[in-house]
T-cell receptor, first 113, second 114 residues
Framework: KNQVEQSPQSLIILEGKNCTLQ??????????LRWYKQDTGRGPVSLTI?????NTKSNGRYTATLDADTKQSSLHITASQLSDSASYIC????????????FGTGTRLTVIP | GAVVSQHPSRVICKSGTSVKIECRSL??????MFWYRQFPKQSLMLMAT?????????EQGVEKDKFLINHASLTLSTLTVTSAHPEDSSFYIC??????????FGPGTRLTVL
């Protein structure tokens, strides 16, 4: 069964601290994995996209890693800011199919001053 | 990056009325558009997939007669919630996929049915 699981479900950190969010998946055949940031009441916005052969990709203070062998990904946020408070969703994309996106349940991050 | 817009951003309606939500791809042609529903603290749930000029494909459990989808052009898809009830209150998000396969999400529409 194709599944995407994220942990933790929610996280509270102090402003300026780092944090790491986890994503495990069983989706196959794998095409690519994406991390999205979703602010409350807004649509998801893409942070990173990684294909099978990529191990790490950065976008500013966001760094995503991918281990295609163990089917795990992480999103590391450095020097968190209050504006980082949002839900972070891991999405795994299949190689085929009209509807080929599998969504994780998300991690709700709250950054406090 | 490509932009997808939704209108309205939020709507409040009375029970029994119908509500139409528009999804537009602003700078690319979307061969496929997707409609999602998201309840509080939950992830996006796919409702239906629509291809331009053809009937939408609905996910299991989604009533096609209640959630009418029209994808009349390569830049516009509409979702009409017919005879809305309070349990239809949710956050509706569309996404559009172009020829190169990249999928972009709209900003969402908050529907509240009184």
């Amino acid at each position: 069964k194709n599944q995407v699981e994220q942990s933790p479900q929610s996280l509270i950190i102090l402003e300026g601290k780092n944090c790491t969010l986890q994503c495990n998946y069983t989706v196959s055949p794998f095409s690519n994995l994406r991390w999205y940031k979703q602010d409350t009441g807004r649509g998801p916005v893409s942070l990173t996209i990684m294909t099978f052969s990529e191990n790490t990709k950065s976008n500013g203070r966001y760094t995503a890693t991918l281990d295609a062998d163990t089917k795990q990904s992480s999103l590391h946020i450095t020097a968190s800011q209050l504006s980082d408070s949002a839900s972070y969703i891991c999405v795994v994309i299949l190689q085929t199919g009209a509807n080929n996106l599998f969504f994780g349940t998300g991690t709700r991050l709250t950054v406090i001053p | 990056g490509a932009v997808v817009s939704q209108h309205p951003s939020r709507v409040i309606c009375k029970s029994g009325t119908s509500v139409k939500i528009e999804c537009r791809s602003l700078d690319f042609q979307a061969t496929t558009m997707f409609w999602y529903r998201q309840f509080p603290k939950q992830s996006l749930m796919l409702m239906a997939t629509s291809n331009e000029g053809s009937k939408a494909t609905y996910e299991q459990g989604v009533e096609k007669d209640k959630f009418l989808i029209n994808h009349a052009s390569l830049t516009l898809s509409t979702l009409t919630v017919t005879s809305a009830h309070p349990e239809d209150s949710s956050f509706y998000i569309c996404s559009a996929r172009g020829l190169v396969g990249e999928q972009f999400f709209g900003p969402g529409t908050r529907l509240t049915v009184l």
